[in-house]
């Protein structure tokens, strides 16, 4: 009893001294805010609820959130603005914070709506991480509050002494139970959630068949890898399943890292579990003129049985990888997101946008328009509330963006 | 000199069968009671060091390499057997209210589980840990378990399990607390001065796989019954596979209140209401 006394008295003295110290006001502004307005659209274009975090800048929240990367040894400030009415919090998945930084309401601060949260932290140690929000945690990680941290070592290798490689493949698995995210008020209890919907990077199903290899959170989750070159495929799950990866043998797959450090002999593996919170770095190098896949398999952690597969593409560059891309449609800036006014519409490369058009998700075209102002502004207000899709074009390039009126 | 010789050899022979042979020795009482967790009052068995019922299965600790001369005293109304991973084809029948004396054989250093086999003694709870030769001042240990009252009541009630549903735990402990009364542990909350370094001891005795998130720390493996590979490794989120016992070493390198729990999260709840189940603490002083 003596010890539970202690442990509450020093739980509420960490949690009084933490939270009037980090809910000043902070500059430079916010990088991240939190929302609960969001929309994830499913592979079959259902609109499922979601929770999550944004960059301030982009104005919009996406399940994931956004990728955060930094180098070892960063000191790091990561600032959100909980712009939502619940409380949240940042827990920094693996990166060993102190206390005042961990993200648990109950030992560390909660940011109120309306309030600025802060944690800051030393990046010490290379290797793949994740945040997620820590109130209610069995609820708000279903509902999509959560992301990937990657510390890059410099010198392009995994760490000191470690291999190196051509490039990074962030791929985050996650999962919800759509009933949850469709009303979280009444989803108590918890002990029952089962997950039914299965991601990639954010994306199921067919929707991981278009794009190149984004950030979790951003369009294109197809991988392509220069012949002779190697690829860290960056591996972690926030899911409530059993994620097993089944890796084709032309892959050459081989384990180095997990959890943020290097295992003590890296080994070669085909198949490889990875459990809720657990993350792993593979270096794969693909046979000349690979395509093919590989397997993202979901198991039932209560009754051990097999649910869902989702298959990410592995490509050789060669075949053609350029031409696929150029004719990729690049990503737009949309803000603010939802909108039920005016949104303003930029792209990302600096280019022009000469025309647009705005189709519903049901895929009939609602808005078209050409101007020569940029950045451009459209009135979306006369389209009924729902998801929509904006397609622009630079004369030369391809652009789209989704957001929700 | 070859009269010598084979003298010396002797007397390391002999030397050698002694270590073997030194027992250290224990007895456990295998007790019936009840286990209360929100609305729910579950029947359930336990080892214990004595023949008073408490609600965790006790720990048991032996050297390493040194068999156990182990009593077990059998105050159910059935039979159940002692067996024990790490030791092939190892397994005592224990009648009901029967005594029984063994002889543990001398085992590797790490975490072992024992357990009874039977399904009363399985879905009951009569599963605990045995520690050999972990020599740390500072140990910790865990007992996980999940369960799901209906199939306790079935076993319990009507003598087998009849309900063939689907298996939806309601409750996930470790040493039988749930949190926060994990916090009043002693042998699961981590409690440690700045710069020492503590063994955990896990054992999972539930029905599923498990992992376990450290906030603030990673752990290195230092045994394992299943997951041999990872002997070695250093990480802070750790599967603890249905059955599984593993020993981890953890360093104290920073002050605070930091919490363990279970990251498949439907298992930080308490009929299915969060925080609860899988989740307890390390707290650091300086």
Not at chain 1, 356 to 367: E, I, Q
Not at chain 2, 10 to 32: G, V
Request: net charge negative.
């Amino acid at each position: 009893m003596r010890i539970c006394r202690t442990i509450l008295c020093a739980a509420v003295f960490f949690c009084a001294n933490t939270f009037t110290a980090q809910s000043q006001v902070y500059s430079p502004p916010p990088f991240l805010f939190t929302g609960m307005d969001g929309i994830l659209i499913s592979d079959d274009n259902m609109e499922i609820p979601i929770w999550g975090y944004g960059k301030t800048s982009d104005g919009f929240i996406t399940a994931p959130g956004p990728f955060l990367q930094y180098e070892t040894n960063d000191e790091v400030n990561l600032v959100f603005t909980n712009n939502s009415p619940e409380s949240h919090t940042i827990h920094l998945h693996g990166l060993d914070v102190d206390q005042a930084n961990d993200g648990v309401p109950t030992t560390s601060f909660i940011v109120v709506q309306d309030e600025i949260g802060a944690y800051s932290f030393t990046a010490s140690k290379p290797g793949t991480f994740l945040y997620h929000c820590h109130v209610t945690t069995t609820l708000h990680l279903t509902m999509g509050m959560y992301g990937m941290i990657l510390v890059r070592h410099p010198g392009g290798v995994l760490y000191e002494g470690g291999p190196s490689y051509y490039a990074d493949a962030p791929l985050l698995f996650s999962d919800l139970e759509i009933a949850t995210n469709l009303n979280p008020v009444q989803s108590y209890p918890f002990h029952d959630i089962r997950p039914d919907y299965f991601m990639v990077n954010g994306r199921s199903g067919s929707q991981l068949e278009t794009g190149s290899i984004g950030n979790p959170g951003e369009p294109g989750t197809i991988i392509s890898c220069p012949d002779g070159e190697s690829i860290a495929l960056r591996l972690g799950s926030m899911a409530y399943t059993l994620t097993k990866i089944i890796l084709p043998s032309e892959l050459e797959a081989m384990c180095y890292m997990s959890d943020g450090r290097p295992v003590p002999a890296p080994f070669s593996v085909d198949t490889l579990d990875i459990y809720p919170g657990e993350r792993f770095t593979l270096l794969i190098s693909p046979e000349s003129e690979y395509d093919g896949s590989v397997e993202v398999q979901s198991w039932d952690m209560v009754n051990r049985e097999y649910v869902h597969s989702n298959f990410v593409r592995i490509r050789d560059a060669s075949l053609n990888i350029e031409s696929l891309e150029s004719q990729q449609p690049l990503s737009l800036s949309i803000r603010p997101n939802p909108s039920n006014g005016f949104i303003t519409v930029d792209t990302y490369d600096g280019n022009s946008i000469e025309s647009w058009r705005v189709y519903h998700s049901s895929g009939k075209m609602v808005l078209e328009g050409e101007t020569y102002l940029q950045p451009i502004r459209i009135d979306v207000s006369s389209l009924d509330s729902g998801s929509y899709i904006l397609e622009s074009s630079d004369g030369k390039r391809q652009y789209q963006g989704r957001f929700i009126r | 000199m070859k009269n010598r010789i084979r003298l010396l050899t002797m007397l390391l022979l002999a030397s050698i069968s002694m270590n073997i042979h030194l027992s250290a020795q224990d007895t456990l009482w295998i007790n019936t009671g009840e286990w209360h967790q929100s609305m729910d009052t579950m029947s359930v068995l336990r080892y214990n060091a004595s023949a008073v019922f408490d609600t965790s299965n006790v720990a048991l600790i032996n050297p390493e390499e040194t068999a156990l001369l182990l009593t077990v005293i059998n105050n159910d109304s059935q039979a159940h057997t002692f067996a024990l991973d790490g030791l092939d084809n190892f397994g005592v029948e224990i009648l009901p209210a029967d005594t029984i004396t063994f002889e543990v054989p001398p085992m590797a250093a790490g975490t072992y589980r024992y357990f009874s086999n039977n399904q009363r003694g399985t879905y009951l709870g009569l599963s605990g840990i045995l520690k050999v030769g972990l020599n740390m001042p500072n140990q910790f240990h865990w007992n996980l378990s999940d369960c799901m009252p209906e199939r306790m009541d079935s076993v319990d009630v009507e003598g087998e399990l009849l309900d063939e549903e689907p298996y939806v735990p309601r409750y996930f402990s470790i040493n039988s607390y749930t949190y926060p009364n994990t916090t009043l542990d002693t042998n699961g909350l981590v409690a440690l001065n700045l710069g020492d370094s503590c063994t955990i001891s896990i054992v999972n005795s539930g029905f599923m796989d498990h992992v376990l998130h450290f906030h603030g720390f990673h752990v290195k493996y230092l045994t394992t019954t299943i997951q041999s590979s990872r002997i070695g490794w250093i990480k802070d989120t750790v599967p603890v596979l249905q059955g599984e016992a593993i020993t981890l070493l953890l360093v104290a390198n920073q002050v605070g209140i930091y919490p363990v729990h279970n990251h498949n999260l439907i298992a930080v709840t308490n009929s299915g209401f969060y925080p609860g189940g899988m989740l307890t603490l390390i707290n650091i002083t300086p």
